[in-house]
Structure formats: structure tokens, C-alpha cells
């Protein structure tokens, strides 16, 4: 049976907002052909109104009519929404939850040959320039819905398509990434104001700074080590702020930070 929908949403938060905002925006698709559900009305209310897509606090409906069904829940609540519509049949599920498993997904939903594609996205989505790790081996078969998927993404920045194994590793590097950039600049800034900054000042040269180096990394084929050691002249003032960095263990602050979020994104998965 022909579903009236293309997308359908369950759930209606930051990054769901994103995503849609990306999509219609962009006219990838059209608002009629994408219904949203969530149990917070004024989301609902605000949606509708702004991208002009179908609303309903109905997860059964969203996954009767929709051929596409898109969990954007958080992961500790997908087993209650899950056993709302256990009894329904749902080929065709993009989750964007952390840490669940394709299988988990799927045999929660228990009903049908159900085909998963996981994808760990991050908030600079909601600006464009998102960086997103993708598994869609389960629509291998279909390049239309393969396409569709990879196209659906990719209107919110640049996609790197990988195993489901590596989406861990995605969420600690990209997904929760852009909370370490704010701490990084936030540093930058108190340390421009005791310096004598305004908190102005200090704002505007600390995130045009990692913007820009940030942009300058993109752009080159160098080694990064390569880039860093262009900017410290020998005994010059930027190499003694880089040895203090390495000699309290910046990389290995990182290093465990990551870690600690790779880990508890393994544990939402069990």
C-alpha cells in the first residue's frame, strides 16, 4: 500500500527541528509530504506553523503512513515509543539516536523485515555545515532509498558514509564535538579578558580565530602537524603557548574526554 507520507518524525526536538528546517528549506521535500509527532503540542504547534508540514501527537499514525520513519527521540525513551507501534508494520526506519544498535531497533519494532539506517549527526546541522557519520548498508539493495537518505543528510553539511561499528567513535569525535569547540572558545575568552579584553573583544577574536583555522585545515592537503609547526617560529610567542598546551597534557585531556563519551555511548546500547 502507497504511503501518504514520504517522512515521517517521531519526536520534535533540536535536532529534528534541524533536520526539517534543512529539508523543507532547501526544497529537498515537500512539507505535505512530511508529518511530525511529538507529546509536546506547542512543537508541534510551532512547526506546522513555520514549515507548513503535518503535526500529530499519534506515533501509530506517523508510522502507518509514512514510508520513511525517522526516530529522533532520546535513546532512553525509544523502547516506550517503540512498544506504541510494535504491531505495526515499519520497512523503513533512520535512526539518529545514540548509542541503540540497528538490531536493537529492529527487534523492538518485531514487526516485518525491517531495514535500519543509523546516523549520528551533530548541532552544526542546524547551520549547514553538520558533519555526520552514516550506516545505510541496509538499503544497499535500493539505490533510490540509499540516495534518498544520503541526500536527505547531506542538505545539513558533509556525510561520511561507514560501518555501523565506527558510530561510537562518530559520537565522540563529531556528535558531541561541538560542546568541546564552545569549551575551547569559552576558554579563549576568559583568558583574553584577563589579559585586558573586553568580553567583546575577546569574543569576536577567539571564534573568528577557530572559525578561521578551522576553515584553513579544511581547505589543506597538509598534515596538521605540519600546519601547527608554520605558525610557531623558533623562540618565537606562539610555540611557548603550544609547549605549555602539551606539557599539561592537552591531547590527553581530549583523549579521555573522548573516550568517556565513547563509553557511555556503548553503554546505551546495552
Known amino acids: 500500500m502507497k504511503k501518504r507520507y514520504k517522512l515521517g518524525v517521531i519526536g520534535c526536538g533540536f535536532m529534528a527541528n534541524a533536520i526539517l ?10 512539507p505535505r509530504k512530511v508529518i511530525v509527532s511529538d507529546r509536546d503540542v506547542s512543537k508541534l504547534e510551532e512547526v506546522a506553523d513555520e514549515l507548513g508540514v503535518d503535526v500529530t501527537d499519534d506515533n501509530r499514525r506517523v ?4 514510508e520513511f520513519v525517522l526516530f529522533a527521540v532520546k535513546p532512553q525513551n525509544f523502547g516506550e515509543v517503540a512498544a506504541e507501534i510494535s504491531d505495526l508494520r515499519v520497512d523503513k526506519v533512520i535512526s539518529i ?5 540497528k538490531n536493537t531497533i529492529k527487534n523492538a519494532l518485531g514487526v516485518g523485515l525491517i531495514k535500519v539506517a543509523r546516523c549520528m ?8 555545515c553538520g558533519a555526520m557519520g552514516i550506516d545505510m548498508s541496509d538499503f544497499n539493495s535500493n539505490p533510490d532509498d540509499t540516495q534518498f537518505i544520503s541526500l536527505m543528510f547531506g542538505n545539513m553539511g558533509t556525510v561520511v558514509s561507514l560501518s555501523e561499528d565506527k ?11 561541538p560542546a568541546y569547540v564552545f569549551m575551547f572558545i569559552d576558554s579563549l575568552i576568559d ?5 585586558g579584553l573586553t568580553a567583546d573583544e575577546a569574543r569576536t577574536l577567539a571564534v573568528l580565530t577557530v572559525l578561521g583555522g578551522a576553515e584553513i585545515a579544511w581547505q589543506s592537503d597538509k598534515p596538521l602537524t605540519e600546519l601547527l609547526m608554520g605558525v610557531c617560529s623558533k623562540g618565537g610567542t606562539t610555540i611557548e603557548a603550544v609547549k605549555t598546551l602539551e ?13 568517556a563519551c565513547v563509553r557511555r555511548s556503548k553503554e546505551l546500547s546495552e
Open 121 to 128: 549527526p551533530n548541532l552544526a546541522c542546524s547551520v549547514g
Open 97 to 101: 539516536m545514540a548509542g541503540l544498535k
Open 21 to 30: 528546517n534543512s529539508l523543507i528549506q532547501s526544497d529537498f521535500i515537500n
Open 63 to 66: 508510522a502507518e503512513e509514512s
Open 247 to 259: 606539557e599539561n597534557n592537552f591531547r590527553a585531556v581530549v583523549d579521555k574526554a573522548v573516550d
Open 167 to 177: 558510530l561510537d567513535a562518530v559520537t565522540g569525535i563529531s556528535g558531541s564535538g
Open 191 to 195: 583568558a583574553g579578558i584577563k589579559q
